[in-house]
């Protein structure tokens, strides 16, 4: 197995830049953010502090909405989502850690339909990666991956944020 490494709190700076820049292009002030549990809530504390957002970080756990549920089962550690702002009409940054099939954003936007519609969504991802199944691309992406089926990108933390590419030899 080989890995390789990324400084991820560079990677966090520059997506709060970007995404600076997109809001303000687009007109938006004060929306709420939104962290996908797990490792997308670690990178939406980061982005949250570095853009002051007025508004409390919301987190989703969207293990109910996965459209795979019935085939993979209960994931032990399943936590309540928790939106302590109105989504009705708000303009809301929905971040994830890694975007790859595309299922956990289609879950959480419906998760988030359920509390209201919003006036946008803008998807910011830690990393974007090869393998897409549905058609959904980040907005914002910290780090674009071109990824082999038999490798993996991994968000561990939460106290340090560490991304690892683990690549699994067949033997």
């Known amino acids: 197995m080989t890995s390789e490494r990324y400084h991820v709190p560079d990677i966090i700076e520059r997506m709060a830049g970007d995404l600076r820049i997109l809001l303000h292009r ?49 994931h032990p550690q399943v936590r309540p989502s928790s939106l302590p702002f109105e989504v009705e009409d708000r303009h809301i940054v929905l971040v994830d850690d890694v975007l790859q099939s595309g299922r956990t954003v289609r879950a959480a936007l419906n998760e988030i339909f359920d509390y209201g519609r919003p006036a946008s969504v803008v998807l910011a991802v830690l990393v974007e990666r090869t393998g897409r199944e549905l058609p959904i691309q980040a907005d914002i992406s910290g780090v674009h991956m071109q990824l082999s089926p038999g490798e993996q990108v991994k968000l561990t933390g939460p106290d340090q944020l560490n991304l690892v590419v683990q690549t699994h030899e067949r033997r």
Not at 33 to 59: K, S
């Open 26 to 74: 687009r007109d938006v002030h004060e929306p709420a953010m939104i962290g996908i549990h797990t490792g997308g809530a670690w990178v939406a504390e980061h982005l949250h502090r570095l853009l002051a957002l007025p508004t409390p970080l919301g987190t989703l756990d969207i293990s109910f909405y996965r459209d795979d549920f019935s085939r993979i089962g209960m």
